[in-house]
């Protein structure tokens, strides 16, 4: 089966850095992606990547390994605003998003 | 920022009603999603619809119906709530396919049954 693994739950301190990790298990890869929500709001788009490496957008990055069936999403310069859930969704052979559980990020000061 | 939207936000009905759950979106965006989403668990697909008078089911479609009459409208039907349809409704819509572009959520319905 398809499989979509990361930590249920994180703790972090205000201003440091945070590693959220997602390993995966699918029929076929094209893309993965990781969404931010909020507690009782819709998720929103973070970062997409298909290939290996290390994707850079502010004091968010994500990075990927194919091979090994694995992303991170690294956090800097941690704020309060931050907490929230870190959804990893990855797209299968037919196109269709494999969602993980999330994982719930609190920050505390 | 997304122009996409639901109605209603929050619902409480009995078991056995008919419901409709709405979703409009003005982007233009040819594809549009169901999701149902409880804490802290993943997001599974309910329907989805790739244009006009196209619609195909997701993982969880069996008791419920969804129309595409119009682009900005996709609809969502429960013939007859059950409590096991309490959940969070979650529409989204997307013009490059969730492969490559991003999906533009809507806000949610919660429903609670019953």
């Known amino acids: 089966g398809q499989n979509i693994d990361q930590p249920t739950e994180m703790t972090a301190t205000e201003g440091a850095i945070v590693q959220i990790n997602c390993t995966y298990q699918t029929s076929g890869f094209n893309g993965l992606f990781w969404y931010q929500q909020h507690a009782g709001e819709a998720p929103t788009f973070l970062s997409y990547n298909v290939l290996d490496g290390l994707e850079e957008k502010g004091r968010f990055s994500s990075f990927l390994s194919r091979s090994k069936g694995y992303s991170y999403l690294l956090l800097k310069e941690l704020q309060m605003k931050d907490s929230a859930s870190y959804l990893c969704a990855v797209s299968d052979s037919n196109y269709q998003l494999i969602w993980g559980a999330g994982t719930k990020l609190i920050i505390k000061p | 920022e997304a122009d996409i939207y639901q109605t209603p936000r929050y619902l409480v009905i009995g078991t056995g009603k008919k419901i409709t759950l709405e979703c409009s979106q003005t982007?233009?965006?040819?594809?549009m999603y169901w999701y149902q989403q409880d804490p802290g668990m993943e997001l599974h697909l309910i329907h989805y619809?790739?244009?006009?008078?196209?619609?195909e089911k997701g993982d969880l479609s069996s008791e419920s119906t969804v129309s595409r009459i119009r682009t900005e409208h996709f609809p969502l039907t429960l013939e007859s709530a059950r409590p096991s349809h309490t959940s969070q409704y979650l529409c989204?819509?997307?013009?490059?396919?969730?492969?490559?572009?991003?999906?533009?959520f809507g806000e949610g319905s919660r429903l609670t049954v019953l």
């Open positions: 619809s790739y244009g006009v008078n196209s619609t």
């Open positions: 982007m233009g965006h040819d594809k």
């Open positions: 989204a819509s997307s013009d490059g396919g969730a492969h490559t572009g991003e999906l533009f």
